[in-house]
């Protein structure tokens, strides 16, 4: 009876103790390391905002107002995100903290990307020193911002 008595109090108190660890590591989520990539389709300020996943819908850019790359005031600094799961996402118009070595820019997700950030060339060479086509691909450290920091709402 005892050892049932026992048993019973340990599981009890296993969801209190088990569920610590998940929090943290909760928080710690929201800084990712990710890769970029550069698509410089995002760099033609005249392409049209219905070529991206956020492009109509509740969520999409088109029903903020915008109709271009160019008109949205994060531009060059826009790109796809794979925060954004596809048409309509919830996620649309996030703002994105991209940082490698010591430089830091701010991303706004217009569209999906399959993982990391694809950015135009402009915003790649921003974030790389001049050195976007030479690398192609970088590692960052990405962390969502407030939509403010990209200028919108």
């Given at each position: 009876m005892r050892f049932s008595a026992?048993?019973?109090?340990l599981l009890c108190a296993a969801p209190a103790v088990l569920s610590a660890p998940t929090a943290a590591l909760s928080a710690r989520s929201a800084v990712q390391t990710l890769q970029v990539t550069?698509?410089?389709t995002y760099d033609v300020a005249s392409n049209s905002l219905v070529i991206v996943a956020c492009s109509n819908g509740v969520n999409g850019l088109l029903a903020k107002g915008f109709t271009t790359f160019g008109s949205l005031?994060?531009?060059?600094?826009?790109?796809?995100?794979?925060?954004?799961?596809?048409?309509?996402?919830p996620n649309c118009g996030t703002c994105w903290q991209?940082?490698?070595?010591?430089t830091t820019i701010n991303v706004?997700?217009?569209?999906?990307?399959?993982?990391?950030f694809n950015i135009g060339l402009d915003a790649m060479n921003k974030l790389t020193n001049n050195?976007?086509?030479?690398?192609?691909?970088?590692?960052?450290?990405?962390?969502?911002?407030?939509?403010?920091?990209c200028g919108l709402y």
């Open positions: 026992v048993l019973a109090s550069y698509d410089q005031p994060d531009f060059p600094f826009i790109g796809g995100a794979q925060a954004v799961e596809g048409w309509n996402s991209l940082q490698y070595g010591n706004l997700a217009i569209d999906h990307a399959g993982s990391g050195q976007g086509v030479d690398l192609g691909v970088v590692e960052v450290v990405s962390v969502r911002t407030a939509e403010s920091v």
